[in-house]
């Protein structure tokens, strides 16, 4: 396994649609391996192949407190999607920002896993948020369009918190 380096906004390949998989060989599982140990390093709930610079329909999730429920989406498809949820949303491509972004509260998706197997699954408020953005990257988009008044420095974002329970 190994890191790899995560590719940052104004990057164009962050702008690309990724192409679909159509076998897992052994560089894919590879692929994953070192995703995983990317968006782990990089303390991260999930992060798309593009973001590495692999223009492929993979992405990784884990949205334990202990990261240790990893999930892997081969051409992910979000099936359904219903109510609304509202937060702050950062993105290992955009260091150091985040912006308050709209939601859905539910969402069942269908992929493949690394077997190329095929399973649905069902998210709910972070795991749909993570899903719903990472999804985005397989089509080369970033959070930042949907960011309503757009980003913020998280040192001040944290900084607000901070100030909030203090009072």
């Given at each position: 396994?190994?890191?790899?380096?995560?590719?940052?906004?104004g990057?164009?390949?962050?702008?690309?649609?990724?192409?679909?998989?159509?076998?897992?060989?052994?560089?894919?599982?590879?692929?994953?391996?070192?995703?995983?140990?990317?968006?782990?390093?990089?303390?991260?709930?999930?992060?798309a192949?593009?973001?590495?610079?692999?223009?492929k329909?993979?992405?990784?999730?884990?949205?334990s407190?202990?990261?240790?429920?990893?999930?892997?989406?081969?051409?992910?498809?979000?099936?359904?999607?219903?109510?609304?949820?509202?937060?702050?949303?950062?993105?290992?491509?955009?260091?150091?920002?985040?912006?308050?972004?709209?939601?859905?509260?539910?969402?069942?998706?269908?992929?493949?896993?690394?077997?190329?197997?095929?399973?649905?699954?069902?998210?709910?408020?972070?795991?749909?948020?993570?899903?719903c953005?990472?999804?985005?990257?397989?089509?080369?988009?970033l959070?930042?369009?949907?960011?309503?008044?757009?980003?913020?420095?998280?040192?001040?974002?944290?900084?607000?918190?901070?100030d909030?329970?203090?009072?």
């Amino acid at each position: 396994m190994a890191l790899r380096t995560i590719r940052v906004i104004g990057d164009p390949i962050l702008e690309k649609k990724a192409k679909e998989v159509k076998e897992v060989t052994l560089r894919t599982k590879e692929l994953i391996r070192d995703m995983l140990e990317t968006m782990y390093d990089a303390n991260g709930v999930g992060l798309a192949a593009p973001q590495v610079g692999i223009l492929k329909r993979i992405v990784v999730i884990d949205v334990s407190p202990e990261q240790n429920d990893p999930h892997v989406f081969i051409n992910p498809v979000i099936e359904e999607s219903t109510g609304e949820q509202e937060g702050y949303e950062g993105c290992l491509s955009v260091p150091g920002k985040s912006g308050w972004v709209k939601r859905p509260q539910y969402v069942r998706a269908k992929a493949y896993d690394e077997d190329m197997k095929p399973f649905e699954i069902e998210g709910t408020d972070l795991f749909a948020r993570a899903m719903c953005h990472e999804f985005d990257h397989l089509e080369g988009k970033l959070y930042v369009g949907l960011a309503e008044d757009g980003l913020v420095d998280n040192e001040e974002l944290y900084k607000d918190e901070e100030d909030a329970k203090e009072n």
